[in-house]
Every structure is written in structure tokens, then in C-alpha cells.
């Protein structure tokens, strides 16, 4: 289930973080860095760790345990 300030993307690729969420978590509106978009939260993929340059990446470990208790 996608969260406020997840970090995501889409099949098609990308990284962005969710700014605001339907109260029946249908739709996301996503910053997309240069753009804001709504976009279904169906077609989001929650990232739990992202790259950060010079081969870093930063991991948010609340967030991975949440994800994985739900699997």
C-alpha cells in the first residue's frame, strides 16, 4: 500500500516521491523532481532503497520491514 513520502516508480522507470494521497488511496499525486503528476497508485512500485551517486544508495529500513511483513 502505497504511503505520503514513499519513494517510487512505474514500470517504465523513474524516481519519485509521493506528495499527496486520495483518502481511498486510489490516486498519488507524485514529484517527479521537475514535474508533479496524479497518477493511480496501482501503477507505483514502492522503492525502499534508492542510488545516490558514487556507487552510495540510502535505505529506508522502516519501510522495508513494513513491505516485507506484508508480503
Do not use: C, F, H
Request: glycine share 10%.
Amino acid at each position: 500500500m502505497i504511503k505520503l513520502a514513499d519513494w517510487v516508480t512505474t514500470e517504465v522507470g523513474g524516481r519519485g516521491i509521493v506528495k499527496r494521497i486520495a483518502k481511498d488511496g486510489s490516486w498519488a499525486d507524485v514529484d517527479w523532481g521537475q514535474w508533479r503528476k496524479r497518477m493511480p497508485t496501482s501503477s507505483l512500485i514502492i522503492l525502499t532503497t534508492i542510488p545516490i551517486g558514487n556507487g552510495y544508495t540510502v535505505t529506508d529500513m522502516t519501510r522495508e520491514s513494513e513491505e516485507s511483513q506484508d508480503a
